[in-house]
């Protein structure tokens, strides 16, 4: 009896002790450690396309600057570029070709549609994911760098197909009668229809959400609820949308206002009016708590403080002009697909900022940095630059800009000295077009009697002397215009009323600007500028400015009969 | 004892994990106050159902009051005191598992192992006093060494000592336990006594005995033990499994632009004060000539990023690269004046870190930020690192190591090309670099030249025909990619040039405009060692040399340079300020813990009291209530240092209490009434009823309130937290139980009772 007693109490003791120290294990299992960082670090660029140039940019944020520009093989309004991970891809018809931002070249381009077939194009979530190309028939899963088809499946949706990926990987593509979510398991492609009807695709937080504008509806497609808002509900077609990657909430843009809807069904209103009311907004972007929305009919872009509804206007693009809007980061490149104009929207100190790039020369349709071509290099093939024992010190153009026909002078400088039998070859080549011709001279100076075409032209010498090789490159432009510089595209009239106008000296040819002012505002000008002149326009308010903040492009300055040209400033009006 | 010093010798194996020895005292008191309470609740005989209990509270407690008191408010525990507490013991296995290693002995990281080794010393005590198990006392010991070698898996290092000192007193233990003398074997001591036997000492000296005999082979195993492990690598450590390789901790995506690409706009742009550094070195301090911020050792082509995972890191720094000629320590006090980076800069290889938050990515010896209000910007701190002796380096090869340090993805035909070229240059690795470094710095530098470091700008950068100049960006990229093409580890580091012009008393003014970029490559015995490409005074405008620049120049050795240094001599290194004024700190925390801790032992002791004197009151029949408020006026006089002889009846007492003098002479006419009540209660034919209950119990309250009035506070408060009368008057018999006057409903005693065994109310001790 005493030794069952004692037994019983060892093996409470021992049932005590353990109990004591297992919740101290098991509490571990419920508890978070210190978070491991990973840092994503971005370079901070995007590529913007010219489709009609057939040109690609990539606009490097840091510098406000065209690193490269590339030559598409066809110019094409309807070209577009799709941002990837490690690049871009360039969708026109049904072709796709990659643009390898390592090397900046363009691939070849890989056929998956008919011509007339309208691609959506999406990266996948994660690096190694591939990416994803689909038409309203098939989708398929191809590889991210090769564009090689790993998987594919039969869609069954209209021709207009829109498309998101998620953070899980998930693809979710739409018409606007029906919704079909794809995974890739198991080396295969599983498309898997969803109830209900389809409508307009976005990303909201990582999550798919289905905006059907007509309905008035938003339908979270992972299950939840959704959400009907009568302010998101518009009957006339062209409303654009976007989702918000830090707030569970959907924007909707039309009629002149931007609208926002709750996906939780805690917010649905008006935002703020950034146009008027007959106005049908273009692209709809989000960042940061901040909604960029633009307006073609304008040429005008607002940014919306989402918490406040303050708005910050800019005059970026041309009216009428066709806007992209690129979210890389905390940075929103904004891309005239119509024009020569891109740039960036920036929040610094608490306000937006745009800063302006521009792809190419509107006067000469010249690329900035394009790419050189990978032809061989005038000359013989087995000379040795390496070795040279002279070089060229310089290769000067007489002038920086001539006009088409007229003549023009490259007088090189080159150490040593002569030797019989050396041999000059002059490439010159069209940096808009490509084409190039080759001439061989001797060793004097070249002199061309005309330079045939509007463009920029790359001349580059290439002198042989005793089997050694020496080169050097340099551009000459030929404009039937001159761009227009202006001292600041905001104007304060309280502070300073005058706007200094002035065209690169070297201009060969003359031309007059019109200035066109908004109804409430004069515009005393110096009278025409001829080439090389500089003036000023001074600017006089005559009525109530509409707002007391700046007013988008106010002021417009143009060459004469060529709108490529024209400048806008924006102008804080001050009271008559 | 041994059970507790098993558990210690255990938790000793954590050594590793921390840095410097700031985490021996609390997980030391942590064993101590396990095993003294294992003890105390085994000495109350509390239940076996209210050992967990009782356990986890006092673990709570002492955690909130070791770990946390200076969250506490006036000592009492506030909510930030609390959820510390509980969040440490939640979180304790995943917090030490997400940080290097050696960490800092901060209260998150201490609290599980003091959680564990009071509750292994609570289970080891409990099991050695409450069972008869030999074996299985050592299993709370065996649970804590386990989970600290499992815990300092990441550091390699090898336990010996303390595995070898826990099998010692493992051993010792099992022994002791194994060759216990029986109790059970049918004797009593109390019947011994009666016949001149002492029974006690018996069982003493053969425990004694058995155990000395066995102490030789226990030695011999334990010497055994620890010759094979020195001598056969079965267990060095190198190959112990780690709990983090299968833990998945939470990840912080930190994104933003790499440093490189915004090298350039800082060039161009107005300079912004960013930070302000002064350099404390053995040698020169001029000649560390730049401070690093980002070490890009990831290459896709098209850019540089940073590859690493970032571990919250604590003072001391993880390295592990072995110097060929030694290195010297640098110490770097960085001001940070704005927050707009993520990375905080470095000198040389970091291997300490004191002022701010900071996670590490060990392998790049990087750093970012991890201060809960990094965007805030400005904070100061101080960052030590080592700077390579390149006596030598000429001879050095490229060190092993990971191979995404040598990737270069679609490499273009131009870029082997280009390593053709420079491993023309010489036979050696160190001549084929300084060559290529010296063929970069000959091409013109141009502060405004066009961005990017894909593979396409490098061409731009490096072509014969029409080369277009570029900056440090297109430098640096230039020579890791051709570096790494002729099979050499490398990297880009982006960092601020220190101008020593510019210094103030030491202090060097780090603007935007001083940043620049520079490769580094991974030479076996050297660590990271950095070149130059760049020449910032040859510019687009500056006269061109006629003839190429002969590459023969040796890259600045002053730059600083990554080594490792072993933690013992950097905190050697400490200033004599830093060391006492830890000394002071360390000694207001353990002088602040004692005293605490003796308060809380009083609070217990006076707690203790007042419910035995409520139980007293109100437990029992009227007699049993009235014999113990005999009690506890007799542990009231004994408390005011009354003597009171356990041999002398209850009148007995009073009688000399009236005699004496202070306390007991006043108290002598309330000990004579109570007295009597109680000589009438045990001696007396009738039960007393609840009246003379209470007027007992209001006697003995007089005898307090009397004896207390004649003793000053001090004492009294002495008396008040004196737990010696918990404890009972001091016999020498075996223990007996309580007499209820006969007749009563209390049971007869049925072992006999010895006479003096008593304090006159019929109560042993």
Redesign the interface.
Known sequence: MRADRGAGHAVGTTLGALLAAVPLVLAGLWGAGHATHVVDLADGAAWLVSPERGLVSLVDAPTAQVAVTLRLPVADAATRVVQGRDGAYVVRGGTLARIDAATWTVGGAVVFGDEDATLAVVPGAGREAGLWVLDGRTVRLVDARTLQVRATADLRLGDDVRAVVDDRGDLWAADDERVVRVRHEHGGLQPVPQRGPGGELVLVQGRAVLVDVAAGTVRPLDGRAGVSCAQTRSRSPGAAVAGSSTSPEVFAAFGGALRVAGTDGAACGTVARVGDRDTTLGALAEVAGYVVATDPRTGGTTVVDRRTGALQTFALTFPGHRVELVVRGSTVFWNDLDGHASGLLELTGGAWRSTPVQKYDPATGAGAQVARTDTARPGPADADPETASFRIVSLTPDRALYAPGAPAVVTPEITGEPVPGEVWWWRFENLVTGAFEDFRTPGVPIAFDALPDVGEYATTLVVVRDGSVATATTTVRVVTWCALTVSTTLVDLAVDPTVQVSVDPACPVNQEITVATAPWLDADTSAATVAGASGAVTLRAVAEPPTTGPVAGALTLEVTGQPASQVRVDVVGAAP | MLAVGAVLAAASALAPFFTGRGWVLPVALAGLAGGLLGWLVTWRRL??????PV??VV?VVGQLYGLHAAQTRYGLPGAPALRATV?G???????????TLPADASPDLLA?PV??VA??A???V??AL????VV?VVL?AL?VLVACLALTAGRDAWALVPTVALLATALLLVLVRANRAST?DGASLADARAVGVDLAAQRRHSTAGRVLIGLPGAAAVVALAGLGASALPVADGSSRADPRAV?A???????????L??V??QL?DPPVPLYRVRVRSEGDPAAVDRVRLAA?DRF????W??G?????AGSALPHTTTYASGAGTVRADVEVLTGGS?FLPVVGEPVGLTGTAA?LDAASGTL?R?DTDAGSGATSYTVTGLVADLDGVQDAGPAPGDPGLLAL??A?AWVAEQADDARAAGATPWAQLDALAATLRARSYDPEG???H????L?RLLR???PVPGYAEQHASAFAVVARALGYPARVAVGYRLDPARAVDGVVDVASSDVHAWPEVLLDGYGWVAFEPTDVTNTVDAPRP?EPEVPQVAPDDAVAQPTQADDAADNSASEVGGVLARVVRTGVLVVVGVVLGLLLLAAGVVAAKAARRSRRRTRGTPARRVAAAWREACDVLREQGVPVALARTPLEVARTARVGTGPASAAGDAVAELATLVTAAVCGPAEPTDATARRAWAHAAEVRRRAASRVPLPRRVLAAVDPRTLRGPRTRGAPAPEVAPPGRDAPRAEAPVPVGAQDGAGRAG
């Open positions: 239940p076996g159902w209210s050992l967990a356990g986890l673990l969040d013991l939640l979180s304790g296995w995943a917090r030490m598992l997400t940080v599980l959680g564990l509750a292994a609570y289970g080891a409990l099991l409450r069972t008869r198990l299985g709370p649970v059970d833990y901790p939470p990840v912080q995506v930190d994104q933003g632009l790499s440093p690409v915004q350039r706009p161009t890009l896709d082509g098209a850019l990023t940073q690493g995972r970032f571990v919250l993520l996670a970012v991890a993805p679609d273009p066009l961005p990017g894909s593979y396409g700008a061409e014969a025909e029409d006629d």
